[in-house]
């Protein structure tokens, strides 16, 4: 039997943040990972935007924590992640999507995020040969960007190890022991590991780990697929999201990395709910229509691969954080949404500070000015919230 600090299921982009930042506090902490490796669950689908552009305030407040990070990761600790300060733009094609927009700017703006509305000249000239005929504007957020997932879960995982944070790869969690409403131990492979903390980071497996302890989670993964192409001459900056949905799909987004590539992604209508990582023969002509209707320049792109991940999505798109009645010492981290990647540093941060701020591992203290994020992400919450941006 080992016992640790905190115990962390799950390698990816919570686990690995949350882990370097509470062993660079002094924590002991093992990361349980089925996987072979960090990262390799629905990190590496992601596609690398990173945003504080939300309709939610909380989500508003843990971004801009993470993009602190993202973007300091090359200055402090020499880590080039191509990171991006692009900004990121939703444009607007119709009166009452602009008024939509509009609606936000106050909630944002509160919040702390640096955003506002610009007319169809400034959006020409962020994205030129973007489609003009009936543009009224949109929301330009310039300190939001992008970087690479997978040489930004490698750098956090050099991170973490630096910290002392110990990784157990290609080991699946098989029982939970109780002992009332606190969680004794984990057995994972053929150790068994007890801990003050435990975490649930465990991405679209969150709910199967929760049924082992006792209790439901509604987190449920639906099926999401992106694109690249090759890469081209720089044309433009921003990270451009479209939210009007037709009759096959929601909303679209695609960016020009720092290397030149076009990286795309779209939601599909109705959501595929499942796990099945294949790629599929409908997303290419879906997603490239679309694109092509807003953007004719990107027509002559060579589109050089896809691939298929997974969104662990709550009822309402916003995260559940906090602790169980059924098992108190184990803290859920879970139903990121497809947004785990860019919300995963700034939770691992705010948490730390929550963490230590209580002075205990029972429960996150009230007294930090992140204290709202847990009533407001709740377990316990009616999930009958419904975020515009998600």
């Not at 686990?15 to 390799?40: C, D, H, K, N, T």
Request: aromatic fraction near 10%; glycine fraction near 10%; charge should be negative.
């Amino acid at each position: 039997m080992k016992h640790y600090d905190v115990v962390i299921i799950g390698a990816g982009s919570v686990g690995v943040p949350l882990a370097w930042q509470l062993a660079e506090q002094g924590s002991r902490v093992v990361i349980l990972e089925q996987e072979a490796s960090w990262g390799r669950g629905q990190n590496r689908a992601a596609i690398g935007g990173i945003r504080a552009t939300h309709s939610d305030p909380a989500k508003i407040r843990i971004c801009l924590e993470s993009i602190e990070i993202f973007k300091s990761l090359e200055s402090k600790y020499g880590f080039d992640i191509e990171w991006r300060q692009g900004g990121y733009m939703y444009v607007a094609y119709d009166e009452k999507m602009k008024q939509q927009f509009l609606s936000l700017l106050e909630i944002q703006k509160k919040a702390g995020l640096n955003i506002d509305w610009i007319e169809p000249e400034r959006v020409v000239e962020l994205a030129p040969g973007i489609r003009a005929d009936k543009l009224v504007g949109g929301t330009y957020s310039p300190g939001d960007g992008y970087a690479s997932p997978l040489m930004a879960a490698t750098a956090f995982h050099k991170l973490a190890m630096d910290a002392g944070v110990e990784f157990r790869f290609g080991v699946r969690v098989d029982s939970i022991k109780k002992e009332g409403t606190n969680i004794v131990s984990i057995t994972a492979g053929d150790e068994e590991y007890t801990a003050d903390l435990f975490v649930n980071a465990a991405g679209a497996e969150a709910a199967d780990l929760a049924h082992l302890a006792g209790f439901e989670l509604p987190v449920f993964p639906d099926c999401h697929e992106a694109g690249v192409t090759e890469p081209v001459q720089r044309f433009m900056e921003p990270l451009i999201v479209d939210i009007l949905p037709d009759a096959d799909s929601g909303n679209y987004y695609f960016y020009q990395a720092n290397t030149g590539q076009i990286v795309f992604c779209i939601t599909p209508r109705p959501q595929i709910w499942g796990r099945d990582k294949d790629s599929t023969s409908t997303f290419l002509p879906l997603c490239v229509r679309r694109m092509m209707e807003l953007y004719p320049r990107l027509r002559n792109i060579r589109v050089r691969r896809t691939w298929r991940g997974m969104y662990p999505m709550t009822p309402d798109g916003l995260p559940i954080i906090g602790y169980p009645e059924a098992a108190r010492n184990f803290l859920q981290v879970v139903g990121m949404c497809g947004q785990g990647f860019m919300m995963g540093p700034g939770l691992g941060r705010i948490l730390t500070q929550t963490i230590y701020a209580g002075g205990n591992f029972d429960k996150p203290a009230g007294s930090t000015e992140f204290g709202f994020l847990f009533d407001e992400l709740s377990i316990t919450r009616s999930f009958e919230h419904a975020e515009l941006l998600k």
